[in-house]
């Protein structure tokens, strides 16, 4: 009714006593019912029945026509009201007038699969944008990266429905991301906490490197990394949020290690509530309170299992490879593995329109918005980027190879050189080493990170399994079958029973058999049941046979 993410914040809030901002939801049926008032659900449909996914201009073209209906529709007037009442109410319960943020929580977004970065929100909303933002965030389902990640991700249409939270808005000092694993070495008791100033925004658009905080479970802080942040977003007195400069990229510590072990105690609490790791946003206001913002699993690292594997083989490969020139050696896994092909240096966004199958895409900083090349691209390299951000979730989603905070990639790499990324060890090589790609060989599988694949796996118990293995069994009964398997062997053998059986009921009759000559390379008797054969005949030709099922299958046969 609520979507994952809100649904979440209300555990948080209500279970689990964690504090998170006040607010409320516009449901999934609002949903409906805005589309179906609207008259929107055909044309809707129509236009992404007719999507190719792997056309970027297509995509971005029926994108745009969707999201030009949404906007220019109107909120069904019990809606309106009921989201103005809500909005008094907050206020009410929060002594104040309050500016809110409006954001999306579509069904499905923060479940095993994330969405991270595909829908829109909109930051320190006055009242009177509050519809209006409502609107955007709605068209935001039907956004291009949105509908490429449905579609790839083995959604039906009808599954993509956005529920909205409005929430009050907080005005932070301080703000990021929490890992309460390493995705890339769960088996480490470290907690990664990413920071920036000002508004969390930053960090999951990965436009600038964040200061970041290594804890342990036992609440030991073990490291403190100064970030790089030359520009921060706050709120805007009347509403919006902008952006200012930062003295010299300024790189220092912002919490305090009271915050920074308040966080992970968070951290761990919402972990063992949910039985995964997690992937927490959180914000500090001016006050020096704590928010929790948004919890959803956390996407470990699928290359772990091949680590494993060549552990226990106790092969090693020696690093960097010998023989091969190294282009760069310093960034931040984001995603590991290893890819091998041209650079595509990406310049403008536009330029994903053209981006070839197997490249390596080479960008100055992360963005969710490359979801879109992601099933086409061998890896990404990034100058500037957050560990934490969208777009490392989404590399670890589609298990794209990715290392951010090169620094300089898009300097020292030209467009179109063959290069190899070890995102695994930090490493980009000049050409391809062979050697290293063999040894990190594993075959990408996007098919099992789809919801069809997932829903597969729970019901092939109920399919795959065969219990009734003996026909000759007193079990062998309908009513012991328990899976689609032993429906179809017990029929079968059922079937095989009567057919070869069948005849001795006929031994005394009139009834006989009789031969089939229809220019078929199989010899056929027919034994007529009832009604399905010219009566009195010696031989049956295919124009004496009244049986519609049989005259089907001699059609198939000629």
């Known amino acids: 009714m609520a979507g994952g993410k ?9 279970i ?17 019912q805005f589309l179906e008032k609207a008259q929107l659900k055909k044309q809707i449909s129509e236009i992404l029945n ?11 073209a029926a994108s745009k026509k969707i999201q030009e209906l949404i906007l220019n529709s109107e909120i069904p007037r019990e809606i309106e009201d009921s989201i103005k009442l809500a909005y008094e109410n907050l206020c009410k319960k929060l002594n104040k007038k309050c500016m809110v943020s409006i954001r999306s929580s579509a069904i499905h977004e923060d479940s095993d699969f994330s969405f991270a970065g595909q829908y829109s929100s909109f930051l320190n909303v006055p009242e009177e944008l509050i519809l209006q933002s409502y609107k955007k965030v709605v068209a935001s389902l039907f956004n291009p990266r949105a509908i490429f990640y449905y579609k790839t991700k083995g959604f039906f249409e009808t599954e993509m429905v956005m529920a909205v939270g409005v929430l009050s808005m907080v005005n932070a000092k301080a703000a990021g991301v929490i ?12 907690i990664i906490i990413n920071a920036v100033k000002g508004l969390g925004k930053l960090v999951v658009d990965g436009t600038v490197i964040p200061e970041t905080y290594i804890v342990s479970r036992s609440g030991e802080i073990i490291e403190k990394i100064p970030g790089k942040q030359n520009k921060m977003l706050i709120c805007k007195e009347h509403g919006d949020i902008e952006e200012i400069p930062l003295p010299g990229s300024i790189s220092q510590i912002s919490l305090s290690d009271e915050q920074i072990l308040e966080l992970s105690k968070f951290a761990i609490k919402i972990e063992e509530y949910y039985k995964c790791p997690q992937d927490i946003e959180w914000a500090i206001d001016e006050q020096d309170n704590i928010f929790i913002l948004q919890a959803r699993p956390l996407k470990i690292s699928p ?9 226990k083989e106790k092969k090693v490969l020696p690093t960097p490879v010998e023989g091969y020139r190294v282009l760069l050696n310093k960034g931040i896994t984001a995603c590991k593995g290893v890819g091998y092909g041209k650079a595509f240096i990406l310049t ?22 490359y979801v879109i090349v992601m099933n086409k691209a061998s890896a990404i390299v990034t100058d500037v980027g957050s560990p934490t951000g969208h777009m490392a979730s989404l590399s670890r989603e589609y298990n794209v190879p990715t290392l951010i905070n090169t620094e300089i990639a898009t300097k020292i790499i030209k467009h179109g050189q063959e290069i190899t990324v070890d995102a695994t060890n930090c490493l980009i090589y000049e050409g391809k080493v062979e050697k290293l790609i063999e040894f990190f060989k594993e075959q990408k599988q996007p098919f099992k990170e789809t919801l069809i694949y997932k829903t597969l796996e729970k019901v092939l118990k109920f399919i795959v399994p065969l219990y009734l293995v003996d026909p000759t069994s007193e079990d062998f009964k309908p009513e012991n079958c328990k899976t689609f398997h032993d429906i179809t062997r017990f029929c079968h053998e059922m079937v095989m029973h009567e057919m070869f059986t069948m005849w001795n009921q006929y031994e005394e009759s009139e009834v006989h058999a009789v031969p089939l000559i229809a220019d078929i390379p199989i010899g056929v008797l027919v034994l007529d049941i009832e009604g399905g054969l010219k ?12 049986s519609i099922p049989l005259k089907a299958i001699l059609k198939g046969m000629r």
């Open 348 to 369: 403008n966004e536009e330029q994903l329109n053209d981006f070839p199958e197997g490249h390596i895409l080479v960008a100055r900083h992360t963005n969710p918005k």
């Open 50 to 60: 007719n999507i190719e996914i792997n056309k970027i201009d297509e995509l971005n």
């Open 303 to 311: 290359l772990k299992l091949v680590e494993q594997k060549l552990f």
């Open 16 to 32: 689990l006593q964690i504090p998170t901002p006040g607010g409320f939801s516009i449901t999934s049926y609002a949903f409906m």
């Open 6 to 14: 809100i649904a979440h914040l209300a555990e948080l809030k209500n």
């Open 179 to 190: 890992y309460s694993k390493n995705p890339n070495n769960p088996e480490s008791d470290h």
């Open 535 to 546: 009566e009195g005949i010696k031989k049956a030709t295919p124009n004496d046979i009244y």
